[in-house]
Structure formats: C-alpha cells, structure tokens
C-alpha cells in the first residue's frame, strides 16, 4: 500500500518552457502533499506542502510564481515550474501522506533538465 | 532553531552491523521517522518511532530515546543493496518534518 506515482520521470527542454509534473497517491488518499527538490549530493529541500483545496505553502525562498502549485482532489498535485532556465534544472520529488502523524510516502522524482 | 544531526558518511563491511545515530533538537515532538535513499532515487520509508524503545523490522531496527533526543537505525547482516543514505527526519510539534542531512552508508565487500 501507500504508492504514490509520479509522471513524467525525466523531462529535458529548452529554456523558457513551461514544465508540468504530476503526483498522485495511488492507492489511498492524501491530505497533504509535499513537493521537494534536490540537487546531486545535497540535502532534500522542501519547496512547498498543499492541502487538498487550499493554496500551497511555499517555504522561504521559493517563488510561488514560478512554482505553480495545484491539489486539486485528495489524490493528485501537480506542479508547473513556469518558464524554466538552466538553474531550475534539479531532481523534484513529491510526497504524500495521509494525516499529520503518518509518513510522507514518496513518488519516483522527476529529474528535470533544461538546456 | 530546530537541529537535526547525525554523521555524513560511514563504511561498514558486507555482513556485519552497522548503526547510524540521529541527535535531535526541535520545537517539540510528535515522531521521528527513517527513510533510505539510493543515489539518484526517491526516499523510501523504513521506520516511525514515537514512543521509546526499540522497534524492529527484519533486518533493520530503530531505537528512540526521547529524553535524549537521540535515535539510531541498526543495520544487520549488511549487503552491498543497503549502500544508500540513510535520512532521519523529526515531525516537530506543528507536524512539520524537519530533515537531517543524511548518512552516507558505504558497504565493502
């Protein structure tokens, strides 16, 4: 149980394009979704957690306006990086858990790379 | 501020044990959790402990002390798959999870 699903795994684009990424909890649903990003031999850094409904918490330094946040249902968030350039080029992964005391159960990641 | 250490890298040889301390300071607490990530991979879960003691599971186990703000994952019989970074994470009292930097495990044969 708990399988959370990520698509796609590798996006490679030129600059200034748009990039979507899709996260979905397969097989039970989640209240909250997490989205992190990390770059090789760094630490996971949390961008952003979204309620199901409700408008994303962006952590400090992240631009909400680049980093477009929809949780639509309880089992799928997705996440636009707006016209991306060659340092938004990273490993982005999300998470879902079910309730606030329960694991964060992580999609595959979705390695970005822009040209 | 909220503190989460443990060492950055260790080496252990194929079937022996290995454990991987995890020292916390967070503003308050409401479990701690351990994850395994393989290089260029997504975490997976292992482990929750929210009471003290130990908890087992198959070869792996983890241990909490709540007094200390100390916990360890223990490792038996190693095998060259468990090369990987090992995460702990703590879920403060806003159930926010604060990360660690994570734990090099390098297995030899």
């Known amino acids: 149980g708990a399988v959370v699903s990520q698509h796609p795994s590798r996006v490679i684009c030129k600059s200034g394009t748009s990039v979507k990424i899709e996260c979905r909890s397969l097989d039970f649903q989640a209240t909250t979704m997490f989205w992190y990003r990390q770059f090789p031999k760094q630490s996971l850094m949390l961008m952003a957690t979204s309620n199901e409904g409700s408008k994303a918490t962006y952590e400090q330094g992240v631009e909400k306006d680049k980093f477009l946040i929809n949780h639509a249902s309880l089992t799928l968030s997705t996440l636009t990086v707006t016209s991306a350039h060659p340092e938004d080029s990273s490993f982005y992964i999300c998470?879902?858990?079910?309730?606030?005391?329960?694991?964060?159960?992580f999609g595959d990641g979705t390695r970005l790379s822009i040209l | 501020g909220q503190n989460i250490d443990q060492p950055t890298e260790m080496t252990a040889t194929e079937g022996a044990i290995v454990q991987i301390n995890c020292t916390y300071q967070t503003s308050g607490f409401n479990g701690l959790f351990w994850y395994q990530q393989h290089a260029g991979e997504a975490p997976t879960f292992l482990s929750y402990n929210v009471l003290d003691g130990l908890e087992e599971k198959g070869r792996f186990s983890s241990f909490l002390s709540r007094s200390k703000g100390y916990s360890y994952l223990l490792l038996k019989e190693l095998q060259m798959k468990d090369s990987a970074s090992y995460l702990c994470?703590?879920?403060?009292?806003?159930?926010?999870?604060?990360w660690g930097a994570g734990t090099k495990l390098i297995i030899k044969p």
């Open positions: 994470a703590v879920l403060d009292s806003n159930y926010q999870l604060i």
């Open positions: 998470s879902a858990r079910v309730g606030e005391n329960q694991p964060q159960h």
